[in-house]
């Protein structure tokens, strides 16, 4: 999942602003502790951490040992087509060991979420009893930190371009992402709504350009609104 550059430097600055100092420019040595408790997380840098919580984060390599051995394709995860089908017609695989053809992503990729998962097992389950149904959900991802809700709908790890709508009075901004002049993705902040809006707008054939979201006014709720009132 990627995250553009104006949410992060927006976190960044809200959790410094809570007093809590983010280091990135350092890496763990090691963890100085006394069998029972971690004391200090060492800095190549040679600066102890103590700590109050250590959380260790591991394993972002797919293990794929297993279905290599059963003869199905990997690459990037489990290879499967848009009914997520393996190449052996009757195994699927679904969640995050399958890499699928992703028409957001515009590529065939793996999605580690929820989200992803959940919807997978639906699609399947539509297809596994009779009715065949390729996925197409729209992706999307939430961090909640503190007040502040990240909800993302759509990917961009492309180079894109942005148009943001941001009210800093009400800590909210939706952030509309595009490339080749197609929206696809929106970053929002303390707006339900319009990640609600924008899941609906990205799964849908009627996408908003930019000079519509650009136009005085625009709202991403009316225009999904608009358009479902068109059909
Ligand atoms: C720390 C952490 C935080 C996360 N936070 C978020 C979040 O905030 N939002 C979000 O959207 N996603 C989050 N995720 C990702 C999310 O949990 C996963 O994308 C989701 O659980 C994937 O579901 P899954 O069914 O594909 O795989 P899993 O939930 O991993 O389920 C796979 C199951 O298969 C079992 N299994 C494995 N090998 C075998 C075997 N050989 N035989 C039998 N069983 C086997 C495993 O034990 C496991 O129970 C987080 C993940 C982690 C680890």
Excluded at 114 to 139: H, I, K, M, S
Excluded at 199 to 216: E, I, K, W, Y
């Amino acid at each position: 999942m990627g995250v553009s550059g104006a949410p992060r430097r927006y976190f960044t600055d809200a959790h410094s602003a809570a007093g809590i100092r983010l280091v990135f420019t350092e890496a763990v040595a090691a963890l100085d502790g006394d069998g029972s408790r971690v004391r200090a997380a060492l800095g190549r840098s040679g600066e102890r951490y103590p700590p109050d919580l250590v959380v260790i984060g591991i394993g972002v390599e797919p293990n794929s040992e297993l279905a290599t051995a059963a003869d199905l394709a990997t690459t990037t995860g489990i290879d499967v087509d848009s009914y997520l089908r393996t190449s052996d017609p009757h195994v699927w695989a679904i969640g995050d060991c399958a890499s699928f053809p992703c028409r957001y992503a515009g590529t065939a990729s793996r999605r580690e979420s929820v989200q992803n998962a959940v919807d997978q097992a639906w699609t399947l389950a539509r297809t596994l009893t009779g009715t065949p149904t390729e996925y197409r959900e729209a992706p999307w991802f939430w961090s909640h930190q503190g007040s502040l809700k990240l909800q993302i709908a759509g990917i961009a790890d492309q180079p894109d371009y942005s148009i943001t709508h941001s009210d800093p009075t009400a800590k909210k901004f939706s952030i509309f992402r595009f490339r080749d002049d197609r929206l696809t993705c929106v970053e929002s902040l303390n707006s339900p709504a319009v990640h609600l809006a924008a899941r609906r707008v990205l799964a849908s054939n009627s996408r908003p350009s930019p000079s519509d979201v650009t136009a005085t006014g625009f709202d991403l709720k009316d225009f999904t609104s608009s358009k479902r009132n068109q059909v």
